[in-house]
């Protein structure tokens, strides 16, 4: 015989209830009690077992009533020897209450005999928690019909809260549609509507669901499509005029896009747009601190509220906000994070802009008073992002700014650093949140919601091992998203009475940020040690367009270099330089124009003109390494044109004693580089991709020849040896590194490098009878290949955290940190040692080391490069995953460490070119602050060190010595690219 079903077995409790009301009355008569209330404190003990119910009452009279001198009883008929006992306390202040604590006794036990469902009382509430329960029960506790005593037995609207809060994470919208539509299509009985009040019960539930999130369940084609078809199923039923028309509307509201009626059961809903300007505002360097403290505070907290209340509930479940697929999965919370992120980066940002300390300490000040204004607001997460930024090591860092900071503004800070301190698990500030109105516009602080459901995720399961649904669970997540929810109402009303500045959102939105701390830090202690006096020098406020518009040479400049010159006149199609003719001059154009061409086959192919004060022809200034440094294009004179011709010899003098000169002369010279090298892209990529003509391109003149795709193809080949200094790609990249014959890598380790004063981060290779390394970062080039048995000892330590090993030989020592420790670094190189010292022949192994670079005056030196790298970081990008996006400004120097990577151009198949270890990315965006061409995307796991333009921005302001060090590097980078070309004529 099966099981009877939750639905027999509510009815068969709901009998029940009838009996003991009758059984109620028997035992106020039996006791003679007239007025329960004096026996305020008794205890009934309700002994039971399925549908026989055993009673027993315990009186404690007042003072001057006598006790019974003996317990009587009252026992149904057929009771047990040992039925289960529970015991509730209860006030016996009316008939009525006793009967209510019958029947949810005996709707608990009715319950509990059954497997599918497990229930536990909670003392503080007096109502039965659902634990455990399968699918099924749960969708049948939905469809309970109003007049069910174990509605009021589990505390029905909260359940139904709940449910709704986290059903996504066991069953999915278009199962429990389903599920419902079958239970609702159910037969009446002709006897009894019991069915018909069912009915009742899924309509509400669906309007309910239908609120939740905006209908943002019903957003999903197929259970609109669903629902839809429901609502036509039934339009002529029993509630055609009722629920089923109410339904309807509201379903019509949502499919249109119009605000739904708002229940309460609604946890985040829907905006209602509105009316904004639509003049697009340019953007400003305009420093908060030039702005009104309260309009700041309240549109911070507008655009708070707003990114809030697009946070969907499912959002929240199975930790989907910091999973792999966050960003499809948790969108809304993952902008909200980054918002909160952007803005204490951006007040980081504007303090380390200031030049002087004086406006540094100003600003911290401000900050204080914002916090003051956020409270007052209630906007606590912004309210923490301040203190964040203010707590943060690099503002932190500023000792001589905080000395300006008054005492008063240090208590303040102190005031709200303890309210919202996660000692004792956010005590103050949960306690300041607790005794706040339903009512009001509260900002909660999201991080804190977001740990504890992380927790609850990581300690419970979602199931028993029964397959039941660990009802305790879904229970514990509604109860945190619930306490979001409850200033819900508040938040969507207080949008309507603060009123919005776009110049304000403008500026929160698009300033200037810098994200990364260790970088920040290093700026904190440049500005904290300018001593007073340095600081006229200096911009007072540091802006990086600063770094980008930087004039070229100056009149006096121009007046020193041509003073020396030699004057040569050109007339129209005359050749002026041409490629394998070498040149120890850089040609001024004084008047004319310059037409540049470049081969591209049986032809030269004109790719733009150079005009009055452009350079050309200094191919020897950059690469004086180069027996007859040659320009790989040809210049000829497109009209009457006067070309002075500047002795390199005298450049160089000049560059290294006037730090200024140096400065301006190789960031035009870059510049000069970089747009040279967007004509012979243009060139050389097929025409679909380059249909948009640069400054100085003359599309006309393209031969017709690039409009054939075969030597389209032949032009991305070019374009890629073109990227790449090292193209042969079929040599692997040990071989190439070290050239050793017969030698295969049997262990490769990215780590930290350090030899004598060199140091940076590169690899580690570990052959059958070599230790290789090589260092990439930007300044340190280090390649060495040490034979084992060179090799005298290989020692481990290790300082906390950190693990080194050091390599010793008779001549050199190499330490090594930072590598994974899952890698075995160690025990990897001693046993090869070992191994290769045994069995190794006398043949003599030739050390390789690289050759040692020509001494060029004017690169960075090592003390360049110490401070240089100061503002740089390390990234590891998974493959498949872009460095670089075509279209978009990445502001920042890159070197590949380690891995390999693809040059590609939105509109071709193929890739333009492979960059390897030791290949630079973002030249040109460096020093023009201009969106990439291309995008670089890694082939496999990649390394990169990035420079951030922003940190050389305040460099170059506190060591100008180093400006023009730095841009003759970057220079030379391109020229370098520009001389591989010569090969492709």
């Known amino acids: 015989m099966s099981e009877p079903t939750l639905e027999a077995r509510c009815a068969q409790a709901e009998a029940e209830v009838a009996k003991l009301r009758d059984t109620i009355a028997q035992i106020w008569e039996m006791y003679g009690i007239t007025d329960p209330s004096t026996y305020s404190g008794d205890v009934i003990s309700l002994l039971s077992e399925q549908s026989e119910t055993?009673?027993?009452?315990?009186?404690?009279?007042?003072?001057?009533?006598?006790?019974?001198?003996?317990?009587?009883?009252?026992t149904t008929a057929g009771a047990r020897k040992s039925p289960k006992r529970t015991v509730l306390p209860v006030k016996l202040e009316s008939e009525e209450s006793v009967a209510s604590l019958i029947q949810k006794h005996s709707m608990f036990t009715l319950l509990s005999s059954d497997q599918d469902s497990s229930f536990g009382k909670v003392e503080s509430t007096g109502y039965f928690q659902l634990q455990f329960s399968t699918k099924a029960h749960l969708i049948a506790l939905i469809c309970l019909p109003p007049e069910s005593p174990l509605r009021e037995l589990i505390n029905y609207d909260k359940f139904i809260s709940d449910f709704l809060t986290t059903f996504l994470v066991f069953i999915t919208p278009s199962d429990l549609f389903q599920e419902l539509t079958k239970r609702y299509e159910r037969e009446p009985n002709s006897i009894d509507d019991r069915q018909y009040r069912v009915q009742a019960v899924i309509l509400n539930f669906i309007s309910k669901w239908l609120q939740v999130d905006g209908g943002d369940d019903f957003k999903d084609p197929a259970l609109s499509k669903s629902l839809?078809?429901?609502?036509?199923?039934?339009?002529?039923?029993?509630?055609?005029?009722?629920?089923?028309?109410e339904l309807s509307q509201e379903f019509t509201k949502l499919t249109q896009g119009a605000p739904l009626t708002a229940v309460t059961i609604s946890l985040f809903p829907p905006l209602t747009p509105r009316t904004r300007s639509n003049t697009m505002l340019a953007k400003t360097d305009i420093s908060i601190a030039f702005l009104d403290l309260e309009r700041m505070a309240t549109n911070l907290t507008i655009l708070e509220v707003k990114l809030f209340l697009e946070i969907k509930r499912k959002e929240f479940l199975s930790n989907k906000w910091s999973g792999k697929r966050k960003e499809t999965e948790a969108p809304n919370i993952c902008k909200y994070i980054d918002h909160g992120n952007h803005i204490t980066s951006w007040l980081k940002t504007e303090v380390l802009r200031f030049s002087s300390r004086e406006a540094r300490a100003s600003l911290i000040t401000k900050y204080i008073q914002l916090l003051s204004a956020l409270e007052q607001r209630k906007n606590y997460n912004t309210l923490y992002q301040v203190l964040s930024c203010l707590h943060s090591s690099p503002i932190s860092k500023l000792k001589n700014t905080w000395e300006l900071v008054s005492k008063k503004d240090k208590e303040i800070l102190a005031k709200y650093t303890k309210l919202m301190d996660n000692g004792a698990h956010y005590q103050a500030y949960y306690e300041a949140l607790h005794s706040l109105p339903p009512e009001t516009a509260c900002v909660p602080l999201l991080s804190v919601i977001c740990q504890e459901l992380f927790m609850i995720e990581e300690t419970q399961t979602t199931a028993d091992p029964k397959g039941r649904i660990n009802w305790n669970k879904m229970y514990a997540t509604s109860q945190r998203i619930q306490e979001l929810h409850r200033f819900v109402p508040g938040l969507s009303a207080s949008l309507?009475?603060?009123?919005?500045?776009?110049?304000?959102?403008?500026?929160?939105?698009?300033?200037?940020?810098?994200?990364?701390?260790?970088?920040?830090f290093k700026i904190a202690a440049l500005r904290d040690k300018t001593v007073e006096g340095d600081e006229a020098t200096l911009a007072p406020y540091s802006k990086l367009d600063?770094?980008?518009?930087?004039?070229?040479?100056?009149?006096h400049n121009l007046t020193v270099l041509l003073s020396g010159s030699q004057v040569k006149t050109y007339a129209p199609g005359a050749i002026i330089l041409e490629p394998g003719i070498p040149s120890d001059y850089m040609c001024f154009v004084a008047s004319g124009e310059v037409s540049i061409s470049i081969p591209t086959g049986v032809d030269d192919t004109t790719i733009g003109s150079y005009g009055k004060s452009d350079v050309?022809?200094?191919?020897?200034l950059l690469l004086p390494s180069h027996e007859k440094p040659t320009t790989g294009q040809t210049y000829i004179a497109a009209t009457h044109t006067v070309i002075h011709f500047i002795a390199l010899p005298m450049i160089i003098q000049i560059a290294k004693t006037d730090h200024?000169?140096?400065?301006?002369?190789?960031?035009?010279?870059?510049?000069?580089?970089?747009?040279?090298?967007r004509m012979i892209l243009n060139c050389l990529l097929p025409s679909s991709s380059s249909a948009t003509s640069e400054e100085g391109l003359k599309p006309s003149a393209l031969k017709p020849e690039s409009l054939d795709q075969t030597k389209g193809e032949e032009r991305v080949k070019r374009v890629s040896a073109y990227y790449s200094k090292n193209h042969n790609l079929q040599d692997t990249k040990f071989s190439k590194l070290f050239k050793l014959t017969g030698e295969v890598p049997m262990l490769e380790v990215e780590c930290h490098i350090s030899m004598g004063k060199k140091k940076g981060s590169g690899v580690v290779y570990l052959s059958q009878r070599y230790f290789c390394f090589v260092v990439t970062s930007f300044g340190n080039k280090m390649r060495e290949a040490w034979p084992f048995r060179e090799i005298t000892a290989v020692t481990p330590s290790k300082e906390g955290d950190v693990e080194f090993v050091s390599i010793q030989t008779p001549e050199s020592t190499v330490i090594l940190s930072k590598f994974s420790h899952k890698v075995q670094l160690f025990s990897a190189i001693t046993g090869i040692w070992k191994?290769?010292?045994?069995?190794?022949?006398?043949?003599?192994?030739?050390?390789?080391?690289?050759?040692?670079?020509?001494?060029?005056?004017?690169?960075?030196?090592e003390e360049d490069w110490e401070l240089l790298l100061k503002g740089a970081s390390l990234t590891k990008y998974k493959k498949g995953k872009n460095i670089v996006t075509e279209g978009q400004s990445s502001c920042r120097l890159l070197k590949i460490v380690s891995g390999e990577c693809n040059v590609v151009k939105e509109g071709l198949t193929k890739e333009i070119a492979v960059l390897q270890m030791e290949d630079v990315i973002g030249e040109v965006e460096i020093i023009e602050g201009s969106a990439s061409q291309t995008s670089v995307t890694a082939v496999t796991t990649t390394t990169v060190q990035a420079v951030e333009a922003y940190f050389l921005n305040i460099l170059f302001q506190h060591h100008p010595e180093i400006a023009g060090r730095f841009y003759h590097y970057i220079s030379c980078l391109l020229a370098s690219r520009l001389v591989s070309m010569n090969s492709l004529a």
């Open 660 to 677: 200024e000169f140096s400065y301006r002369l190789h960031l035009t010279l870059a510049r000069n580089l970089a747009q040279l090298q």
């Open 616 to 620: 050309f022809g200094f191919v020897g």
């Open 546 to 555: 600063q770094l980008y518009n930087k004039g070229g040479l100056s009149e």
């Open 835 to 861: 191994t290769t010292n045994e069995t190794t022949s006398s043949t003599t192994l030739q050390r390789v080391s690289q050759l040692k670079e020509r001494v060029d005056p004017l690169n960075p030196t």
């Open 228 to 245: 839809s078809t429901f609502l036509t199923k039934h339009s002529q039923g029993v509630f055609k005029d009722t629920l089923i028309h």
């Open 496 to 520: 309507s009475s603060m009123e919005e500045d776009p110049n304000y959102r403008f500026l929160i939105l698009n300033s200037e940020a810098w994200y990364n701390d260790g970088i920040c």
């Open 54 to 74: 055993q009673l027993q009452l315990s009186p404690r009279g007042r003072p001057d009533k006598p006790k019974p001198s003996m317990m009587r009883k009252f």
